[in-house]
């Protein structure tokens, strides 16, 4: 019997609820030695609740807007035994936002065509309140339409062309930040132009509310040349994608535009912009058997992308030009039948062929300068040799090292790097590898790992003219602000795990991961350390022949200690998920079953003052995030080849997010437009399905 796991809560970060797991597939729960070839589901849904109950748990399947739905899926499959072709369709959630679509004819050995539509629509959990009290609700939604088709030229040697055209419509939620009054000696917004309503008087700063509008097309095409032999298996070919957007330049649309101190208007400040762009890569990759234990691998791609349109009201034919080779080999071998080796080696080169141009001008006490684009041209190379031995009493034990070092190119310009203490041209990092397996017995298997990473760099380059290389001595500040990702890292980790099934009946799977960053640069301030803790166990119990339990438990925690100017922080994101679910047949054509789901997400803030004293004004709130999901299913088999299903789906969702609202209170704009959300969520969905096999 297939055992199907069905959760119904995710992490705050996605908020997102697939009805899929509970209604799109039910005859996939039916066991595959008496499934026959071809079904059909169809039933309806329904859900509780108005749009707000509905805007985290039904924002990725239409059900926030429309409280009902059809439940529609098929899976065709069609062989003819005399001319060997094999018809394919399949369906999923036809009658939802979510819904897919594919087909495919293949005549075996022959050659095949097929086809695909996909589509998904996307609501936002939040609601826009303008300034009059309206409300809004964003939407984007995706379309895509699939075709592909192959050849065999020879029984070895295939041909393959995929295309794929995808449509995204709609809009999404976003800001401008503006400055108001006289920043430095530049010129900044400060407000509304003459005869409109007074804003942002007396402050230094704002953000406006300016849903990004979308409009565009991405064309991606794959064609590729396969042959396979007894020794070499090869293939090469072109990929190809291309984006293009209807949406040119958008403003925040407050009438009468944005103006600088002066009275004259100020457009820059008042609009965003999207640009086009395109990405062609060139690529062969192959696997060569030596011997039956001996193998290479190896892959060669050569790729071109590049942006066009305008940027900051300077119209340009093209923004960014940049060209990426790859080069890979690998070796995997087996000496003696206890040893076996890996080994393999990666190069990239990235070069940034972008010309430059002034991007912003900018008029202030000094007169007229201008910013221009950095170039990012970079090259890693990377390598991997590994070591696996079968030791006597069922040992297995694993050695591996890891290398990899970046080298990237000085900028030309300190323009866009202002804020910045250092860059650094070069880092290195190895990480060593060590894991030891064993079947502890029929029963009991169990494994633990270590790694330890260390990465290094050249000496940090000072900002100045030139951007000369200096030691940590001379450009060390106290609240300096160096890259992370630049900087001397060293990265530990420890997983241990075990598989224990001390009956047929039951199979229990533990787990436990630990992992620490520990940074240095030439500073007291930023990022000093984190660490990740993931703890975890899932059991599965067959009671009976006619009964099974499922469950699990997992929590996870994440801890960043950063330094600020002045004042310390401890962010803590811990997570706590479990579920325990049954499956059973009380009698003859019944089955029933239901799961329970539960998580808690929350992210602490613990704030200190560098010297000590207490913090004005104590820390930053919680967030937290909890999720309370009851599916239950009853299904029932009318004759051999159809039954009736009904699941009923209880799902209960509360978010405390200060960064939108804050006892009552919601994200207000400077315009005077709000985004609220309602902090708790409760819904139930109902579902009939029938199913319906064909021989």
Known sequence: ????????????????????????????????????????????????????????????????????????????????????TWTQVQGRNLGLDNRELKASYVQQGVWYVSGSYDAITHDDPRTLVSGTGAEQNLRTKREAFGLATGQWITPRVLFELDFKNEQKTGARLNGLGIACGVYSSEYNVCGLAAGTAAMLAGTTGGMLLVPEPIDATTNQIDARLSYSGEKLKLHGGYYGSFYSTNVGYFSSGVTGGLVNPDGTPNASANLLSQLNNQAHQFY???????????????????????????????????????????????????????????????????????????????????????????????????????????????????????????????????????????????????????????????????????????????????????????????????????????QDRTRDKIRLAADWSPSESLSVQFNLENGK?????????????????????????????????????????????????????????????????????????????????????????????????????????????????????AKRTLEKNASVRVDLVHQRAELDDWAWGYNGVPFTYSDNASVTQQPRQSVTYLGVTYVYWMK
């Open 1 to 84: 019997m297939k055992t199907v796991h069905k959760q119904f809560v995710q992490r705050p970060t996605v908020l997102a609820l697939s009805l899929l797991a509970a209604f799109g597939s039910a005859y996939a729960e039916v066991e595959d030695l008496v499934r026959p070839d071809s079904s059909v589901s169809v039933g309806v849904i329904s859900a509780s609740g108005n749009q707000k109950d509905r805007a985290i748990l039904g924002q990725y399947d239409g059900l926030r807007q429309d409280s009902a739905g059809v439940l529609l899926d098929l899976d065709i499959n069609k062989r003819d035994d005399d001319t060997g």
């Open 284 to 486: 062969v990759d192959g696997i060569y058997a030596f011997t039956p234990s001996t193998r290479a691998n190896f892959k060669l791609a050569m790729g071109l992308w590049h942006e066009v349109g305008a940027l900051g009201g300077y119209t340009r034919a093209q923004r960014q030009r940049c060209t990426d080779a790859l080069a890979q080999v690998g070796l995997s071998l087996r000496p003696m039948p206890k040893l076996s080796l890996t080994a393999n080696v990666r190069y990239e080169d990235k070069e940034d062929g972008t010309p430059q141009y002034v991007y912003s001008v900018v008029t202030n006490a000094s007169g007229a300068g201008s910013y221009k684009n950095i170039l990012h041209s970079s090259n890693k190379l990377g390598g991997k040799l590994e070591a696996s031995y079968l030791f006597p009493h069922n040992y297995q034990g694993t050695l591996g090292v890891d290398y990899q070092e970046v080298h990237r190119d000085r900028p030309v310009s300190t323009a866009l790097v202002d804020g910045l203490s250092g860059l650094r041209e070069d880092t290195k990092e190895t990480t060593y590898r060590a894991e030891v397996r064993r079947g502890m017995s029929e029963t009991l298997n169990a494994s633990v790992g270590y790694s330890h990473a260390k990465r290094e760099g050249s000496s940090w380059l000072s900002l100045g003219a030139g951007f000369p290389a200096v030691a940590d001595s001379v450009i060390y500040a106290a609240n300096g602000a160096f890259p992370f990702t630049l």
């Open 517 to 633: 960053d520990s940074y240095r640069a030439p500073t007291l301030a930023g990022l000093k350390d984190s660490d990740v803790q993931s703890y975890g166990v899932d059991a599965a119990w067959k009671l009976s022949e006619k009964w099974k339990i499922t469950g699990y438990w997992n929590q996870g925690k994440q801890t960043q200690n950063v330094s600020h100017a002045g004042y310390l922080a401890e962010l803590n994101n811990t997570t706590n998920s479990l579920a325990l679910g049954f499956v059973g047949t009380p009698a003859a054509n019944y089955e029933v079953g239901a799961n329970l789901s539960y998580l808690k997400d929350n992210m602490q803030y613990q704030q200190s003052l560098s010297s000590g004293l207490p913090l004005v004004g104590g820390a930053l709130p919680d967030v937290n995030y909890r999720a309370t999901g009851l599916n239950l299913f």
